[in-house]
């Protein structure tokens, strides 16, 4: 973990919030004429990008894990979708970012709460090594809420980054353990071509003979 050289000021989940705006088009439609749910992923990605770029400070922050976001209402044609981005925990180098998603009127303004999701992004240096950023300054009821919520979805990330941590370590053994089988067979299908060919060019080979036989004048 590099530190970097100047001591980072803290800053408020407010300085660094962002909020944007999407309306549902026809290209953002899945076959059930309903908002595709990919298109919110990206969505809620973009907008939690922006604001952990901008509460690090640095070109580089990337996503390293996406929580559960479940559809529960669906978004339709012509909807204005609103959302919100706001850094909810930070660690040394890492930033929990907290998306709401809301469905706008356009023409009264009312809102309704559609999805919320959890991201955490990690703030590179430019060797793609995670670096320190800003702590988290929390002077407010709410955001001290929502910091502790996040500490707990940490140890739940935790858990579950080591267990599938262990679980690609057992799948890669496994197919490395399968690999000298695939090569052998490969071997023995390449073995077997360079035969079939070598045996066709014989063919030929005896072919081009009886023909230059058959056409042979004596004098
Ligand atoms: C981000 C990355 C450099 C972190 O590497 P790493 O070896 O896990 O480094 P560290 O263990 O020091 O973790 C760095 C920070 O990320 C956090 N972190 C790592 N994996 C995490 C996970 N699955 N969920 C939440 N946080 C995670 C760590 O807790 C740590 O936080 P801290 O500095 O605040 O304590 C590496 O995982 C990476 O390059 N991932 C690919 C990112 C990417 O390409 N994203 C685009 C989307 S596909």
């Avoid at 002077?139 to 500490?151: G, S, T």
């Avoid at 739940?156 to 057992?170: E, F, P, T």
């Avoid at 299908?189 to 023909?211: A, P, Y």
Wanted: net charge positive; charged share 30%.
């Amino acid at each position: 973990m590099k530190f970097r050289s100047k001591k980072i000021q803290a800053k408020r989940p407010d300085e660094s919030q962002i909020m944007t705006r999407k309306v549902v088009s026809t290209e953002h439609l899945n076959p059930h004429g309903t908002l595709f749910g990919g298109y919110l992923m990206a969505w809620i990605d973009e907008v939690a990008f922006m604001s952990a770029r901008r509460h690090a400070g640095v070109p580089t922050v990337v996503t390293v894990n996406i929580d559960n976001i479940s559809f529960l209402t669906p978004l339709k044609l012509g909807e204005h979708i609103m959302l919100t981005a706001r850094v909810n925990y930070v660690g040394r180098s890492a930033m929990e970012i907290g998306v709401r998603v809301e469905k706008e009127d356009p023409y009264t303004g009312s809102t309704l709460h559609t999805n919320s999701a959890y991201l955490t992004f990690c703030a590179l240096d430019k060797s793609s090594k995670p670096v320190a950023v800003a702590p988290l300054l929390l002077d407010d009821p709410e955001d001290l809420r929502r910091y502790n919520e996040a500490v707990l979805r940490l140890k739940v990330r935790k858990r579950l980054k080591n267990h599938l941590a262990n679980k690609l370590k057992s799948s890669n053994k496994k197919l490395r353990s399968k690999t000298p089988d695939i090569r052998r067979k490969s071997e023995l299908w390449v073995g077997q071509l360079k035969n079939n060919l070598s045996k066709l060019t014989l063919r030929f080979e005896e072919f081009d003979i009886i023909e230059k036989v058959k056409s042979f004048k004596p004098f």
